[in-house]
């Protein structure tokens, strides 16, 4: 065994050794806990596999599945669990119609709670495990049926194990009484597991560090899913881990006009919120700076929330921009996500998995109100939204994201504020103009550098975005009815306006 496999016990859950700074040290005690349906069994088959991988012996004792349960449940996420992980099982003969196998069956009930113990021990002794999981300690604390035996029985198991070089991991259901505490002060850790029923979608599951003792750990919430495979956990996003050193730059969108009105394009490695009512092109505006990065040769990824990717593709298409041409030939990576089964952990890192694995330069997340849906709340929205943000420019990512604003002329309301988050914010609206409804942009802020302040008018046509020249003839075109103050009329002038596309 070499010296890092001595320190550290790896889990075997993706993800979860990020959270632990490695896995559960070696030759301790460790406490897993969560109410039933939360994951524990799978979690503790997944570790007792990752050190069967290692040519460990690793021992499973249950107090309330049965083997064929045990293996069943293996099976579900395809592992097979072989001679290196042995199971020892204390439930009822009742359950085996066989009697010549209730020979080493007990009823766990039936037993005073030392002998339950010494039946452990000698499991233990007789398996010389590297790796132990006991599961339930519910069923101990009902032998017990006193805090202070059932404090000195869980000593009892600590002390025993502490002699030899065995990683110990309890598992707990919470169904006994919950607010007992009495494991947490004796193991070396204590690994909590949560399972959420939100109004709509699916459960979400999250998990963490309470106590550790000697080792710093990932603190707070970290989502996890449990999928065929087993459970995968989704560290929580810390921006200033993640920091690549790039060469600041201005790009293009790919438009002269838009370029001027950003004062030269958008930096590298920086944010730009696109935000107005719906209608008004702001996924438009986006996939156009993915076409610009998509011709310079970069690659780029698009997360889409709100539309479905074949009414997308073939909407964008005849504005120029051949969007399932560019997956096809592997330079974009775009899917469609459902925010009532995605969690905001899930979706950090499959944006992280795009930067890292496809070399994604430019990301899109068309909008902040779909990723809003799978949100807890409004202040959980704003602090993922700040990490990830934060990461992708230290990678030097250029990000684009859509917020669909409430009404379509005047007082415009937005379900979430994230403008200051942003480096650079560019409103989009409608105006009123000659019997007409236009569209105007402008940019409202950009920390990066100087931009126009000026407004422009802009249409979306078979050829995709035009800009206009800035609209210095008229005042409140940001109010939606702008007065006409000069003396001709700079409004774009196509021959095909009926053909409009929205």
Same mark, same amino acid.
């Given at each position: 065994?070499?010296?890092?496999?001595?320190?550290?016990?790896?889990?075997?859950?993706?993800?979860?050794?990020?959270?632990?700074?490695?896995?559960?040290?070696?030759?301790?005690?460790?406490?897993?806990?969560?109410?039933?349906?939360?994951?524990?069994?799978?979690?503790?088959?997944?570790?007792?596999?990752?050190?069967?991988?290692?040519?460990?012996?690793?021992?499973?004792?249950?107090?309330?599945?049965?083997?064929?349960?045990?293996?069943?449940?293996?099976?579900?996420?395809?592992?097979?669990?072989?001679?290196?992980?042995?199971?020892?099982?204390?439930?009822?003969?009742?359950?085996?119609?066989?009697?010549?196998?209730?020979?080493?069956?007990?009823?766990?009930?039936?037993?005073?709670?030392?002998?339950?113990?010494?039946?452990?021990?000698?499991?233990?002794?007789?398996?010389?495990?590297?790796?132990?999981?006991?599961?339930?300690?519910?069923?101990?604390?009902?032998?017990?049926?006193?805090?202070?035996?059932?404090?000195?029985?869980?000593?009892?198991?600590?002390?025993?194990?502490?002699?030899?070089?065995?990683?110990?991991?309890?598992?707990?259901?919470?169904?006994?009484?919950?607010?007992?505490?009495?494991?947490?002060?004796?193991?070396? $850790?204590?690994?909590?597991?949560?399972?959420?029923?939100?109004?709509?979608?699916?459960?979400?599951?999250?998990?963490?560090?309470?106590?550790?003792?000697?080792?710093?750990?990932?603190?707070?919430?970290?989502?996890?899913?449990?999928?065929?495979?087993?459970?995968?956990?989704?560290?929580?996003?810390?921006?200033?881990?993640?920091?690549?050193?790039? #060469?600041?730059?201005?790009?293009?969108?790919?438009?002269? #006009?838009?370029?001027?009105?950003?004062?030269?394009?958008?930096?590298?490695?920086?944010?730009?919120?696109?935000?107005?009512?719906?209608?008004?092109?702001?996924?438009?505006?986006?996939?156009?700076?993915?076409?610009?990065?998509?011709?310079?040769?970069?690659?780029?990824?698009?997360?889409?929330?709100?539309?479905?990717?074949?009414?997308?593709?073939?909407?964008?298409?005849?504005?120029?921009?051949?969007? #399932?041409?560019?997956?096809?030939?592997?330079?974009?990576?775009?899917?469609?996500?459902?925010?009532?089964?995605?969690?905001?952990?899930?979706?950090?890192?499959?944006?992280?998995?795009?930067?890292?694995?496809?070399?994604?330069?430019?990301?899109?997340?068309?909008?902040?109100?779909?990723?809003?849906?799978?949100?807890?709340?409004?202040?959980?929205?704003?602090?993922?939204?700040?990490?990830?943000?934060?990461?992708?420019?230290?990678?030097?990512?250029?990000?684009?994201?859509?917020?669909?604003?409430?009404?379509?002329?005047?007082?415009?309301?937005?379900?979430?504020?994230?403008?200051?988050?942003?480096?650079?914010?560019?409103?989009?609206?409608?105006?009123?103009?000659?019997?007409?409804?236009?569209?105007?942009?402008?940019?409202?802020?950009?920390?990066?550098?100087?931009?126009?302040?000026?407004?422009?008018?802009?249409?979306?046509?078979?050829?995709?975005?035009?800009?206009?020249?800035?609209?210095?003839?008229?005042?409140?075109?940001?109010?939606?009815?702008?007065?006409?103050?000069?003396?001709?009329?700079?409004?774009?002038?196509?021959?095909?306006?009926? $053909?409009?596309?929205?």
């Amino acid at each position: 065994m070499n010296e890092v496999l001595s320190k550290k016990a790896k889990t075997g859950v993706q993800g979860l050794d990020d959270i632990l700074s490695g896995g559960f040290t070696r030759r301790h005690v460790f406490l897993l806990e969560g109410s039933p349906g939360t994951g524990k069994t799978t979690i503790a088959l997944q570790f007792l596999m990752e050190g069967a991988e290692l040519g460990e012996r690793c021992l499973y004792i249950s107090l309330s599945e049965t083997e064929e349960e045990l293996r069943d449940s293996a099976l579900s996420h395809g592992i097979e669990i072989d001679e290196r992980v042995e199971i020892f099982e204390l439930v009822p003969p009742e359950s085996l119609l066989d009697a010549d196998q209730q020979q080493s069956l007990l009823y766990s009930s039936d037993l005073e709670l030392g002998e339950t113990t010494k039946l452990i021990f000698e499991a233990f002794e007789r398996v010389k495990p590297a790796r132990v999981v006991i599961d339930s300690l519910s069923e101990i604390r009902l032998l017990a049926q006193s805090s202070l035996r059932y404090r000195r029985q869980i000593l009892a198991l600590k002390h025993f194990f502490s002699r030899s070089d065995a990683t110990v991991l309890l598992l707990d259901d919470m169904t006994a009484d919950h607010m007992d505490k009495t494991v947490h002060s004796v193991v070396h $850790g204590v690994l909590h597991l949560e399972q959420l029923a939100p109004d709509y979608g699916a459960e979400r599951r999250r998990l963490r560090v309470i106590k550790y003792r000697g080792q710093s750990f990932r603190g707070g919430y970290h989502d996890f899913v449990i999928r065929t495979g087993g459970v995968m956990a989704f560290p929580r996003l810390r921006a200033i881990e993640h920091r690549l050193g790039f #060469e600041r730059s201005t790009l293009s969108s790919g438009v002269r #006009e838009l370029d001027d009105l950003l004062g030269g394009g958008v930096e590298r490695g920086s944010s730009t919120l696109l935000i107005g009512p719906a209608g008004t092109g702001k996924s438009l505006f986006a996939l156009q700076f993915v076409d610009a990065a998509v011709k310079r040769g970069e690659k780029a990824a698009v997360f889409i929330f709100d539309e479905e990717l074949g009414l997308l593709f073939s909407r964008i298409k005849p504005m120029g921009i051949d969007l #399932e041409k560019m997956r096809d030939d592997d330079l974009i990576h775009i899917e469609q996500l459902d925010a009532a089964e995605l969690s905001p952990g899930e979706f950090a890192q499959r944006v992280r998995d795009r930067v890292a694995s496809f070399d994604a330069k430019t990301v899109v997340i068309d909008s902040v109100n779909g990723y809003q849906a799978s949100m807890p709340e409004e202040n959980a929205l704003i602090l993922h939204v700040h990490e990830l943000l934060q990461y992708l420019n230290r990678q030097g990512t250029n990000t684009f994201l859509t917020v669909a604003q409430h009404g379509l002329v005047g007082d415009m309301k937005s379900p979430v504020d994230v403008t200051y988050l942003a480096d650079t914010v560019i409103l989009l609206r409608y105006f009123e103009a000659v019997g007409k409804v236009r569209r105007a942009v402008s940019v409202i802020k950009k920390r990066t550098g100087k931009h126009e302040e000026t407004i422009r008018e802009y249409r979306i046509g078979e050829g995709g975005l035009t800009l206009g020249e800035p609209l210095s003839d008229f005042q409140g075109v940001l109010r939606g009815v702008p007065t006409f103050v000069g003396k001709s009329q700079p409004l774009l002038q196509n021959p095909e306006e009926d $053909g409009d596309h929205s």
